[in-house]
């Protein structure tokens, strides 16, 4: 892990900031992803400074040369995590550290600087407090953060930069998926494979997500929500969705869910589910399933519910599956009872409405 370095963060405010009455008018329904904040946050690295020249400044246009290393060599990675509005008033974020830490982690993995954890959540924490305004006060509203970094070097040679760009923005943001239907339908991809052994899996990426736009086109052609994928080797085992983790509940009260091991984004939700299942005295696996287990569970009634569970989505319930050999329904095919219970607990937790017994919460205010 990096070596703590404080940063002091020069802030500019926006000189033209949205109005309030047209920001309100935005956050009544703002989707996700699509509303952007007044300010951005920007942290400049280089092997002969190191960290520097932080700052808080309107959000706007970056401005690379056309041989910047991103561009050609796609050194780049980033993190999701969200702020949230507490009953009292206040905001807070849900386990920023484990973001700060994988944020470490897929640095490394892409041969890029690892960043301090608490240099991380300074600029989060900055941020937040530039644009609180923008948390939405609708049910299930927050406010997504967006961190990333990129090579931002001029020059074409393969090998890591020697100059990154560290930003983070911010999109207020309302329910992920579109639509009213209680469960989400997956296309299990039969041509591509997320990733494989000793590639970037475990990163967090966005050559990852640019290999899964294809298939995820395939999902949709099908009438399908999202595509799920097998593993590598033997296309065989079931790993995750194009971005987010997947658990199964079966019949006897026990969840599994694909293991870690390299090519699965170690997910924070999935890991905080791990754990509250486990407090609820839950039989937890961490084991590998197969497309054809899964289809005969559900078929048989073995397998009750499966949910897929991330930071934008939360935990979203799975309620048919298909694809070229398989087709069938997990369920009623709706919103399972313990997937809902889950997504409940979770929510209350982050919310401030239910007690934080692991200390997963920060507030910020």
Same mark, same amino acid.
């Given at each position: 892990?990096?070596?703590?370095?404080?940063?002091?963060?020069?802030?500019?405010?926006?000189?033209?900031?949205?109005?309030?009455?047209?920001?309100?008018?935005?956050?009544?329904?703002?989707?996700?992803?699509?509303?952007?904040?007044?300010?951005?946050?920007?942290?400049?690295?280089?092997?002969?400074?190191?960290?520097?020249?932080?700052?808080?400044?309107?959000?706007?246009?970056?401005?690379?040369?056309?041989?910047?290393?991103?561009?050609?060599?796609?050194?780049?990675?980033?993190?999701?995590?969200?702020?949230?509005?507490?009953?009292?008033?206040?905001?807070?974020?849900?386990?920023?550290?484990?973001?700060?830490?994988?944020?470490?982690?897929?640095?490394?993995?892409?041969?890029?600087?690892?960043?301090?954890?608490?240099?991380?959540?300074?600029?989060?924490?900055?941020?937040?407090?530039?644009?609180?305004?923008?948390?939405?006060?609708?049910?299930?509203?927050?406010?997504?953060?967006?961190?990333?970094?990129?090579?931002?070097?001029?020059?074409?040679?393969?090998?890591?930069?020697?100059?990154?760009?560290?930003?983070?923005?911010?999109?207020?943001?309302?329910?992920?998926?579109?639509?009213?239907?209680?469960?989400?339908?997956?296309?299990?991809?039969?041509?591509? $494979?997320?990733?494989?052994?000793? /590639? &970037?899996?475990?990163?967090?990426?966005? %050559? *990852?997500?640019?290999?899964? +736009? =294809?298939?995820?086109?395939?999902?949709?052609?099908?009438?399908?929500?999202?595509?799920?994928?097998?593993?590598?080797?033997?296309?065989?085992?079931?790993?995750?969705?194009?971005?987010?983790?997947?658990?199964?509940?079966?019949?006897?009260?026990?969840?599994?869910?694909?293991?870690?091991?390299?090519?699965?984004?170690?997910?924070?939700?999935?890991?905080?589910?791990?754990?509250?299942?486990?407090?609820?005295?839950?039989?937890?696996?961490?084991?590998?399933?197969?497309?054809?287990?899964?289809?005969?569970?559900?078929?048989?009634?073995?397998?009750?519910?499966?949910?897929?569970?991330?930071?934008?989505?939360?935990?979203? $319930?799975?309620?048919?599956?298909? /694809? &070229?050999?398989?087709?069938?329904?997990? %369920? *009623?095919?709706?919103?399972? +009872? =313990?997937?809902?219970?889950?997504?409940?607990?979770?929510?209350?937790?982050?919310?401030?409405?239910?007690?934080?017994?692991?200390?997963?919460?920060?507030?910020?205010?």
């Amino acid at each position: 892990m990096a070596t703590e370095q404080k940063l002091s963060f020069a802030v500019r405010q926006h000189p033209g900031p949205v109005a309030a009455a047209t920001r309100d008018e935005l956050l009544a329904n703002p989707g996700f992803g699509k509303i952007f904040t007044d300010h951005m946050v920007v942290i400049r690295y280089s092997t002969a400074r190191g960290w520097h020249d932080a700052e808080v400044k309107p959000r706007g246009p970056i401005e690379i040369d056309p041989a910047c290393a991103v561009l050609h060599y796609a050194q780049e990675i980033f993190e999701g995590l969200k702020a949230y509005r507490l009953p009292d008033g206040g905001v807070s974020l849900f386990r920023p550290e484990a973001n700060a830490r994988r944020f470490a982690d897929s640095a490394r993995r892409l041969a890029m600087p690892e960043m301090p954890v608490e240099m991380f959540l300074d600029s989060i924490r900055e941020l937040v407090a530039a644009d609180r305004d923008w948390i939405p006060t609708i049910e299930g509203g927050s406010l997504y953060l967006r961190p990333f970094m990129f090579a931002s070097e001029t020059f074409l040679g393969v090998k890591p930069a020697n100059e990154y760009l560290f930003m983070v923005i911010a999109s207020p943001a309302g329910a992920y998926f579109k639509g009213d239907s209680p469960a989400v339908s997956l296309w299990v991809s039969d041509d591509y $494979s997320r990733a494989g052994p000793g /590639g &970037t899996g475990a990163a967090k990426c966005g %050559g *990852n997500y640019a290999a899964s +736009l =294809l298939p995820q086109s395939q999902a949709i052609a099908e009438g399908c929500d999202q595509v799920v994928f097998l593993d590598a080797a033997e296309h065989r085992w079931v790993e995750e969705l194009g971005g987010m983790n997947i658990f199964f509940v079966f019949d006897d009260g026990s969840i599994s869910t694909p293991p870690l091991g390299g090519t699965i984004l170690p997910g924070i939700t999935r890991d905080s589910l791990l754990t509250l299942a486990r407090d609820a005295g839950i039989v937890v696996r961490e084991e590998r399933y197969s497309i054809d287990e899964w289809q005969a569970d559900a078929k048989s009634g073995r397998l009750r519910e499966a949910f897929a569970c991330g930071t934008a989505a939360v935990v979203t $319930s799975i309620g048919s599956v298909r /694809g &070229t050999s398989v087709d069938f329904r997990i %369920g *009623n095919g709706g919103q399972g +009872l =313990l997937t809902e219970k889950f997504r409940a607990q979770l929510t209350a937790i982050q919310r401030g409405h239910a007690p934080d017994q692991h200390d997963w919460v920060m507030r910020l205010s």
